[in-house]
């Protein structure tokens, strides 16, 4: 098994958190070429897998790339569901933000595996300055407007999210927040322990087991506090967060290129989708529109589609 190299190590200003296991290595294999190509400034990533995944993982360690084990955070995490909630995925939102008690980066960037980069980044993406994270807080008033995200996640989630206010005695009727890809600061996640975690016995599965919103918890907690400086970048990454979502994209023929001219990268979101495995953000429409419809009604509207063309162009002529 390769060792993780934890010690030894000066804390950075800026770094990468990546989350995976094995189920998910084609995905975090993509992403980690993604990497690769863009991330021109080097900037530090550490992967954290299940210990009996660091070997499989281990290809991608290099200069930049360092894996840990899950182990690491082993007095933190649960082997039991909490609130319905299998345990793998609350140990990945334990571990997006015990992360920052191993003082390796003082802000860090967690990058979920179905994720891909897009385009060129560094530091300016990140950071207001270079003690200041940007904070990715939106109110995502569209996705309360799609009909099918509103009854699949909205109302569960806003309940969810008020909750979360509740408890903190947080009071903004906007809500500000996001899904994930937080740029995190370690200030902003250490007041959350020492102020309101502590003096309530609470360990971060207390707080989740109240809401499992880790991102909410910490916006939210940033908000209130204010340990650092608050300044406001949009997403960045677009989230394709249902199948409607998705193929409306491959209807308006929206590439890569043209993504990448306001992201940094592109989530297909693996909860709807992982069934295909890796999407390609290059997919042609036609694939991309015949997941869901299927070949046979695919072709019969794009013949259909090119009859009225045909009948329209006639028309016009004469």
Sequence with gaps: MTEPRLHGRTQVPLGILVKSYREDFSLAERLMESLDQHNVEALPIWIV??????????????????????????????????????????????????????????????????????????????MFDDQTPFSILVEDNDLKVDPAYYEQNWIG??????????????????????????????????????????????????????????????????????????????????VVHSASQHIELALRHISPDDIARGYLGFVINSNFSKSWGPISPNEPAELTLARYLGWGLLLRTLSRKFTLSIRTRLRTRK
């Design 157 to 238: 989630r806003s309940q969810s999210l008020a909750k979360i206010a509740e408890i903190l005695d947080f009071q903004d009727l906007r809500m500000l927040t996001c899904h994930g890809h937080q740029i995190l600061s370690t200030r902003v996640i250490e007041s959350l322990n020492e102020d309101f975690l502590a003096p309530k016995g609470w360990t971060y599965l207390d707080m989740l087991a109240e809401s499992p919103y880790e991102f909410s918890w910490y916006n939210f907690w940033l908000q209130k506090s204010r340990p650092i400086r608050i300044e406001i970048r949009e997403p960045l990454f677009k």
């Design 49 to 126: 897998v299940p210990d009996e995944d660091i070997d499989l993982f281990s290809r991608f360690t290099s200069k930049t790339t360092e894996l840990l084990p899950e182990s690491v955070f082993a007095d933190q995490l649960t082997d039991q569901s909490l609130g319905g909630i299998r345990p793998g995925y609350i140990n990945q939102e334990v571990i997006k933000l015990a992360f920052s008690g191993l003082g390796l980066a003082n802000n860090y960037l967690p990058i979920d595996s179905d994720a891909v980069i897009l385009r060129p980044f560094g530091a300016k993406d990140l």
